[in-house]
């Protein structure tokens, strides 16, 4: 063979096994692409971090509005009677059902009536525990909040006694009808009514404050109804394992190792 031969080989055969080596690379790295893609939907499957959040936002009275970007965000309510918990009921229904409301329950195993014995025994212990705290898990309004309210009610029967007067030709001074309504309250006792009847307006919300934190509870126990998120996530493991049989494997056993049964 000539020189000139024998050197267009070795060329040929480095071009070979570049092309080898670069496709090796290629196929390595889609199947790294593969794994992550994998690891992000099981993560996203099992993270329930954004359900907590968007209860937390709730119970704190919180309000969903365009933040003007085209955004939706959660804004504190300008309405105070939409705060129906005080920070301590609220962190008691948080922590709650933080045990309840995770991974571990996503991924065991329960039959039908077992989920019911559990809920039920969840439903009672917690609207027990508020019922016996309801002094500290509502939240009561402060004195400020009774005196704003008792003196928006007299500028309405203010307003309503002047306009009264002007039907009848009468001009009516304000300033003078708001005193007179003054003198007649004794803001003791109308601050206390109104302080009472903003409690027993919070107070009416007590059973369905139980029924949704329950169904929250109970929505995460169906998804582990007879180990259906379990097997969801092997099945995605089989066709991820099945599209990728033809890639070099990283490590003995690979990513979803820790799902299958031992």
């Not at 525990?129 to 203010?158: A, G, H």
Request: proline share 2%; net charge neutral.
């Amino acid at each position: 063979m000539k020189p000139e031969e024998v050197q267009a080989f070795n060329q040929s055969q480095s071009q070979v096994g570049f092309n080898q080596a670069s496709g090796s690379l290629a196929e390595t790295q889609r199947s790294m692409m593969l794994e992550e893609q994998d690891r992000g939907m099981i993560r996203e499957q099992l993270d329930l971090g954004e359900e907590l959040e968007k209860i937390e936002n709730l119970l704190r009275g919180r309000i969903l509005e365009d933040d003007g970007t085209g955004n939706r965000v959660w804004k504190n309510p300008t309405d105070a009677e939409l705060i129906i918990l005080s920070e301590y009921g609220i962190q008691l229904i948080l922590n709650t059902i933080t045990w309840y409301i995770n991974k571990n329950t996503l991924l065991s195993n329960y039959d039908e009536a077992t989920i019911l014995i559990k809920m039920e025994d969840f439903a009672l212990a917690l609207a027990d525990r508020v019922f016996m705290n309801y002094e500290k898990v509502f939240k009561y309004p402060t004195d400020k909040e009774c005196q704003d309210l008792l003196k928006d009610r007299i500028t309405k029967k203010t307003e309503q006694r002047a306009f009264q007067l002007g039907l009848h030709g009468q001009k009516g001074d304000k300033d003078k009808i708001f005193s007179n309504f003054l003198k007649g309250v004794d803001l003791e006792v109308e601050t206390t009514k109104i302080r009472e009847q903003i409690i027993k307006n919070k107070l009416k919300g007590f059973e369905l404050l139980i029924r949704v934190v329950q169904d929250a509870v109970h929505s995460t126990y169906l998804r582990a109804l007879k180990g259906q998120e379990r097997r969801s996530l092997r099945q995605h493991m089989h066709i991820s394992e099945s599209s990728g049989s033809n890639l070099p494997r990283q490590s003995q056993g690979g990513m979803f190792s820790w799902l299958k049964p031992k």
